[in-house]
Each structure stands twice: as C-alpha cells, then as structure tokens.
C-alpha cells in the first residue's frame, strides 16, 4: 500500500488527514516541522507528499522547490494544501513544482481522489517503456526518467514528464488540453484545464534554456512538439 507524507503544523488537520488515509488503506508519515521535511523523505520514501504551504520556518513553497532540485526525490508527486485560494497563489504553487493543489478547507473525498489520481499518473509511467523518444535535440528516456537536450541533463517535475513523452510520443500532433488532462491527470474531475497552462509554461521553461522552443501553443485549440 502506498505510503503518504503528510507535512502540516496544525495538529487537527494532521489527525483529520491521517485517520482518513489510513481508513482509506494508506500508510501515513507526519512530518510537524520543515525542517525535518527532508530528511524524513530520504528515510521512509513516501509515495507521495502532501505539503502544507504555512509551516513554521521553512515554507511549504520553499520546500518544493528543494524537493524539486533533489535528484533522489524530485520525483515523488506532491499535492500542496493551503488556505491560500487566490489565483496567483496556485501558479505559485505549481511553478515552485507541485504536481497539484487542495485548498483547504478541503473535502475528504476530494484530498482521496486527488491523491489517487496522481499516484495513478506515477504508477502509469513506471510501466515498461522500453522506447526511447527524440525530437531534434531532445531525447526522453521513459524507463529512467530523463530528459536530456544536447548533452544538457533537463530536470522536469512528474506532470511535465508525463506532458512532454505525451507531446514526443506523437510529434506535430495538436493535443487539446482536454486531451492532455486526460492522458496525463487520468480526467481528474477536479483539475481545470487552466492548470495545463502553468504546466505547459514550466516545461518551456526547463526546455528552452538549452535551446530553441519547440512547445507550439495552437490558438484555441491546445500544445503540440514541432519545429515547424
Ligand atoms: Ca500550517
């Protein structure tokens, strides 16, 4: 059974979390204090992390974007919980790297199907692939996990991944961003399609430092790879 971090200073919402994961079949972890974050991921390996955004200390941002630039742990998912409802907040949150986003107060359900859906998405992946992707000078390895371009080493979060080897698994083709959230979140009811935008702009981002941008935004219609 999958293993769950919960990072979250306020007590009541650790025991509320904790008690319904673990009715639900998961194994839970607590983590209290940021700055034990760490180092309790390279210990029990969670599955997947959910990251308060106001801890004492060190920030729940903060943290995200250590987790991200982690080699050994930039890969377990993470679903950031925060009161913070605010637009700008949740591109935040996902800029710095979380792979989704609960604003409390949450439902119980929904935190479980969010969960689910992103540990469908890593569980996806890590089937076997055996299939290298290239697209000029990028080259998606999909068993290791990597993306290189040119000999540059290019560090993508999980949902990124899952969009680019999507995007190279059939080059020049339109996908709509319905499309994308089906293959790459599983039709999660609760992701909006704006989401795929932020994801889309991070992964341009990491891209693009190496090279010229081959990301097309398609008006109105949705992303495809192509250097035309
Ligand atoms: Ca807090």
Same mark, same amino acid.
């Given at each position: 059974m999958a293993k769950i971090m919960i990072v979250e200073d306020e007590q009541a919402i650790t025991l509320l979390i904790k008690y319904n994961l673990e009715k639900a079949g998961y194994e839970t972890v607590c983590v209290n204090h940021g700055g034990k974050v760490i180092s309790e991921i390279e210990k029990?390996?969670? !599955?997947l992390i959910l990251l308060d955004?106001?801890?004492? /200390?060190?920030?729940g941002l903060e943290l995200c974007k250590i987790i991200r630039n982690s080699p050994e742990i930039n890969n377990i998912p993470i679903i950031m919980l925060t009161a913070k409802g605010q637009e700008e907040d949740k591109i935040a949150g996902l800029s710095a790297g979380a792979d989704d986003y609960v604003t409390k107060p949450f439902s119980v359900p929904e935190l479980l199907a969010r969960i689910q859906t992103n540990l469908r998405r890593v569980s996806n992946t890590s089937s076997p692939t055996p299939k290298v992707y290239t697209f000029n000078d990028i080259v998606l390895k999909p068993n290791e996990k990597k993306v290189y371009r040119g000999e540059e080493y290019i560090q993508l979060a999980p949902t990124e991944f899952r969009i680019l080897q999507l995007l190279m698994s059939k080059p020049r083709q339109v996908f709509s961003r319905d499309d994308l959230l089906k293959e +790459?979140?599983? %039709? !999660? @009811?609760? +992701? /909006?399609?704006r989401t795929v935008d932020v994801h889309i702009r991070r992964l341009r981002k990491a891209l693009n430092e190496f090279g010229a %941008?081959? @990301?097309?935004t398609i008006r109105s219609t949705g992303y495809s790879i192509d250097d035309k």
């Open positions: 029990t390996s969670p !599955s955004w106001m801890l004492p /200390e060190i920030s +790459v979140w599983g %039709n !999660s @009811i609760y +992701v /909006e399609t %941008n081959y @990301i097309r």
